[in-house]
């Protein structure tokens, strides 16, 4: 089993910034990717970022140039470092990891949500 620990959201104002950590632990080989996806009220989850083991990151159209998703492999960690915040930012932001479970089975797993709140 593998548990995913969310941090760094809190309240911020415009043009501000806040970076996100999401931390693996338990039994596992390896994280094969990883992404990060936001829910605001009343609307649906959206990707924001995403990175594979060995890939190029992508990023909604909207964060572009904004945010960065990173990872640290020796932490079995993933940030998302979120700059130039606006209010339409405000969301909840869900990490989700792809991890290697053993060498023939992959496990796809959720953090629980960290609020991110950008004030005009």
């Known amino acids: 089993q593998v548990q995913l620990v969310e941090s760094g959201g809190g309240l911020v104002q415009a043009g501000g910034s806040l970076r996100l950590s999401c931390s693996a632990s338990?039994?596992?080989?390896?994280?094969?990717?990883m992404s990060w996806y936001r829910q605001a009220p009343g609307k649906q989850r959206e990707l924001v970022a995403a990175?594979?083991?060995?890939?190029?990151?992508n990023y909604a159209d909207s964060v572009k140039g904004r945010f960065t998703i990173s990872r640290n492999n020796a932490k079995n960690t993933v940030y998302l470092q979120m700059n130039s915040l606006r209010p339409e930012n405000t969301a909840v932001y869900y990490c989700?990891?792809?991890?290697?479970?053993?060498?023939?089975?992959?496990?796809?797993?959720w953090g629980q949500g960290t609020q991110v709140t950008v004030s005009s």
């Open positions: 989700n990891l792809r991890v290697a479970e053993s060498v023939w089975r992959e496990g796809d797993y």
């Open positions: 990175l594979t083991w060995s890939g190029t990151p």
């Open positions: 338990g039994i596992f080989l390896r994280i094969n990717a």
